[in-house]
């Protein structure tokens, strides 16, 4: 059968560690970044996304030519195999050229000006500038990026008016760079640095190519004049890059004093020159400053010790962001000149701010877990928002829009599982410090923390449908069950079993039964009325997530064998075994509301949707860059949600083969019910039932009434063990009338006495078996 392809509905998150990963596209509407191994294309105004797929790795760099022609971007890969630069059609969204001539990373990307080349830089274990044609699909160039006397180079930047020069930088190495027309070589011109040592991280170069700056690892700025020709024909022989001096920050400044100078205390990550001249710089810090030159007349005393830099810019404006700033671009559309100017950045906590230059007020824009999300969880019967747990945090988010809408930050502790109680009115979490915490799903309040929990961690639990239970599993191996109050939260009874971590745990759909999957092998089905065990199963692996089967009959599990089991839960016998995945464990397991389909989803890295009886996959996501840590169906079964040890959430179109056929009836198609008359309203339906023997029927049970419907007025309903009329009432209620006591006491009525034992009132019935009583 062959296996289709799952269609990601959209993907939410952001790679900040890629070093300008963040692009905005000339047109002003698009925004490109990098997130896991896909590239994506965002329409700035209505969010809507694309994905350029191709990549085998996670995307490294990205880079949008002059015009917006096109799109590159690079790879990461492992150790030993090479790594590809590819080349996309921002129209045609396809790709139309690709390249493996670097090793393991590519580190950097650009276009030059004319869109004719685009260079790529790679990384430490490669260190060549590779010079690509774009009409000519190939290869012209290669070189080493630096010298055997320097350290590695890191970043590059093209110049404006010479199509065919650029500028690379490194550690202590800084270059200028021409590609001769003629033969398609490359030639390089060193910037002199003399005894200054910087390690250079980010290059900008001024729209004339007169000066450039270069943003470093110390906090301060190299300017450089570049020197070259702006006719690409002409020779650069004589030409020679100088360094014009080494720039920071103005500080305090003292009377008879030379004024201070401040460094970014986590260097200078990204740098922008206005039209104006002015400065826009992003610091590893999250500080963004806008900064202007000082005209400074007469010289500085002399220090005792001269100081590397001297100071030479002043703060117009500044802001600070959470997290080391990786990415900034400014974005504004050229049919909207003179409108609203938006400064974006992308930071290194995987997250994307947006700041308006005229009033430099802060936005955030884009976010997602910066590290491995460990569960997924959906309140019941909704499907419009979902929860997920990670380092640090608890966030809700919507699924239609895919935008966070809370986010419950506990730094230092990883949240190990979250779920919603059944009314949704919290959403309870288990830490890693072994508490239980209860938030409200709206504001994230606290509601109630259960200290200690476990010794070593919790790292799983569930609850009851009504929300009065809760069990929990430690990574010492136990589970405890819990009585949950809302005004204390008591322990019920610790069961001791499992010898490992347990890895998962369900309660049964009838709420009786519950059970953990450790890491010892042993799954265990637990009876909630007893608070004992009911069943074990044992196989030769690390169960890693377990799920009931939508009636309670069968259990679904998966570990580090690589195997899907059905497992019985009534005997504990193993019905079937699949092998789910040939490479790496089953980390993430579920299953739909009506039980045909279940995903999976492991190291692999791939989200797999199966059919339960036939016991095939028929459809496979590939759109994780890190093991697959969990995955979930949406109530409504049309969307599946996964994540990714690399914190990134992708929300799967579920096809359209598998959704119901059944549509709500239209408005056109509702028929009309008229409202009843009082007559119809006064008439009670009685069941028409059929005759029974005599032996069969229990001594308690009544005959059957005379007709299928009495009128109300015409019965007594006064309350009795046994509700139903008798016709001896209905009788008397007509007019008959009882002449004689003894009469009265003689006739046999047939209604039966009312202490008569049943269904609903017998309390021995209730404390035995019924029928014996």
Not at 20 to 31: Q, S
Not at 380 to 408: D, H, K, N, P, Y
Not at 484 to 502: A, D, G, M
Not at 514 to 543: E, K
Request: glycine fraction near 8%.
């Amino acid at each position: 059968m062959d296996v289709k392809t799952l269609e990601p509905y959209a993907i939410i998150g952001f790679d900040g560690s890629a070093i300008k990963g963040l692009k905005v596209h000339p047109d002003g509407d698009h925004i490109v970044y990098p997130m896991g191994n896909k590239v994506c294309i965002q329409e700035w105004k209505n969010k809507k996304m694309h994905f350029l797929s191709g990549h085998t790795n996670s995307v490294s760099t990205v880079a949008v030519s002059p015009k917006g022609t096109y799109i590159g971007s690079g790879q990461i890969n492992h150790i030993g195999f090479k790594a590809s630069a590819k080349i996309w059609d921002f129209k045609k969204r396809v790709m139309i050229g690709t390249h493996e001539l670097h090793k393991v990373r590519v580190e950097a990307l650009t276009f030059s000006s004319d869109e004719r080349y685009m260079i790529s830089l790679g990384g430490r274990d490669d260190g060549c500038v590779v010079l690509w044609d774009c009409a000519g699909g190939s290869a012209t160039a290669t070189t080493a990026a630096a010298k055997l006397t320097t350290g590695d180079a890191v970043t590059l930047a093209p110049l404006n008016l010479r199509h065919s020069a650029f500028v690379t930088g490194g550690d202590s190495n800084l270059r200028v760079w021409n590609v001769r027309a003629e033969s398609k070589t490359l030639e390089v011109l060193d910037v002199s640095l003399g005894k200054l040592r910087r390690s250079v991280r980010c290059i900008a170069v001024s729209k004339d190519d007169s000066y450039g700056y270069a943003g470093t690892t110390t906090g301060d700025m190299i300017k450089f004049s570049i020197n070259f020709p702006a006719d690409p024909n002409a020779s650069v022989a004589n030409c020679k890059p100088s360094l014009i001096g080494c720039l920071a920050k103005c500080g305090q400044w003292k009377k008879n004093k030379a004024p201070e100078t401040i460094c970014y205390s986590q260097g200078i990550e990204a740098i922008l020159i206005m039209e104006d001249g002015c400065l826009i710089v992003g610091g590893g810090d999250g500080t963004v400053d806008v900064l202007d030159e000082i005209n400074w007349k007469g010289d500085f005393p002399k220090a005792k010790v001269a100081a590397p830099n001297k100071p030479h810019f002043k703060a117009l404006r500044s802001v600070k962001v959470p997290g080391c700033i990786t990415s900034m671009e400014l974005l504004e559309s050229p049919q909207r000149r003179g409108g609203q100017r938006l400064l974006l950045l992308g930071t290194r906590t995987s997250e994307i701010f947006s700041i308006d230059m005229a009033t430099f007020t802060l936005t955030l824009v884009v976010t997602c877990h910066r590290c491995a999300i460990n569960d997924i969880a959906f309140p019941r019967g909704m499907s419009g928002v979902f929860a997920t747990g990670g380092a640090g945090s608890v966030r809700v988010w919507c699924l239609q829009t895919a935008r966070e809408l809370l986010r419950i930050a506990l730094p230092n502790f990883s949240c190990s599982a979250v779920l919603f109680s059944g009314d949704g009115k919290s959403i309870v979490s288990a830490w890693n410090d072994g508490n239980i915490r209860a938030f409200t799903p709206l504001t994230g309040r606290l509601i109630y923390c259960i200290f200690n929990t476990h010794n070593k961690g919790t790292s799983a639990i569930d609850m009851t449908s009504d929300g009065r239970t809760l069990i929990s599993g430690g990574c010492e191996g136990q589970v405890r069950v819990w009585d949950i109050r809302p005004e204390c939260q008591s322990l019920k009874k610790v069961l001791k079993e499992h010898k490992s971590p347990v890895s998962a745990i369900q309660v049964s759909p009838n709420d009786t039964e519950a059970v953990s999957a450790g890491t010892d092998g042993s799954a265990i089905i637990w009876d909630l009325m007893s608070l004992s065990r009911r069943q074990v199963m044992y196989a030769n692996t690390l169960f890693m997530c377990i799920c009931y089967e939508p009636r309670g009959c069968q259990l679904l599990t998966g570990g580090t064998d690589r195997r899907v089991a059905y497992w019985e839960t009534a005997s504990g016998n193993l019905a079937r075994e699949l092998e789910a995945s040939k490479v790496g464990a089953i980390n993430g397991l579920h299953i739909t509301q009506d039980g045909e389909l279940f995903v999976t989803g492991g190291n692999d890295q791939m989200v797999k949707l199966w059919k339960y009886q036939e016991g095939i996959y028929t459809h496979m996501g590939l759109g994780h860059a890190a093991a697959v840590t969990c995955c979930r169906f949406s109530p409504d079964s049309r969307y599946v949600v996964s994540a990714c040890a690399a914190g990134g959430l992708v929300v799967w179109n579920v096809p359209d083969q598998y959704l119901s056929k059944e549509k709500p009836p239209s408005a056109t198609q509702k028929t009309v019910q008229s409202p009843k008359t009082l007559q119809q309203e006064l008439h009670l339906p009685l069941e028409d039932k059929t005759t029974k023997k005599a032996t069969t029927e229990r001594q308690f049970k009544l005959p059957a009434a005379p007709s299928k419907e009495e009128k109300i007025e015409a019965m007594n309903t006064s309350r009795s063990s046994v509700h139903s009329c008798c016709p001896c009432d209905v009788t008397q209620a007509r007019g008959s009338k009882v002449t004689s006591p003894v009469k009265a006491q003689t006739k046999k009525c047939c209604r039966p006495p009312d202490n008569l034992p049943t269904r609903t009132t017998s309390k021995d019935y209730i404390s035995g078996s019924g029928d014996r009583k």
